[in-house]
């Protein structure tokens, strides 16, 4: 019986908060791939094969910055929303910033969770992070 292949897709302008995503995802035994977008054009266009090869299966999570250049975090998840073939993949946003107005956009939009930056697995509990995202999180990707 062969395994669920899972796909995540991390979508993040900032190359340090790219690298600690992945190795967070490492330190917890998480070794699916992980596509790379700098912003919502380019994780629209990977999700679409529009330019490059489409992300195959669909990702089973996508991780979403919401302040970057070009399309922002919200009005990427507006989109993925409108698109009947990606509107069921949970998205957990990621974000610097606790500012409430984000986190109700966000709501509003149907995310999974809702996640303060800098992401890190170990100190969840003291994090402004909701542990349920977290729990979530590991579920969906089935991973323990």
């Known amino acids: 019986m062969s395994e669920k292949e899972v796909n995540i897709l991390l979508v993040e302008d900032d190359y340090l908060d790219t690298m600690n995503v992945e190795r967070e995802l490492k330190k917890i035994g998480v070794n699916h791939p992980v596509f790379e977008a700098r912003n919502g054009k380019e994780a629209l266009n990977l999700l679409r094969g529009v330019g490059v090869p489409k992300i195959s299966p669909a990702p089973s999570v996508i991780l979403l910055d919401i302040n970057m250049p070009k399309m922002n975090g919200l009005e990427f998840l507006t989109e993925l929303r409108h698109d009947p073939e990606f509107s069921h993949i949970p998205v957990f946003i990621m974000t610097t ?5 984000d986190r109700l956009a966000a709501q509003k939009l149907n995310v999974s969770g ?5 992401l890190s697995f170990d100190s969840f509990e003291r994090s402004d992070s909701s ?11 089935k991973l323990k």
């Open 97 to 101: 910033s606790n500012e409430e107005t």
């Open 114 to 118: 809702y996640i303060v930056k800098p």
């Open 131 to 141: 542990l349920d995202s977290f729990s979530l999180f590991l579920d969906l990707i």
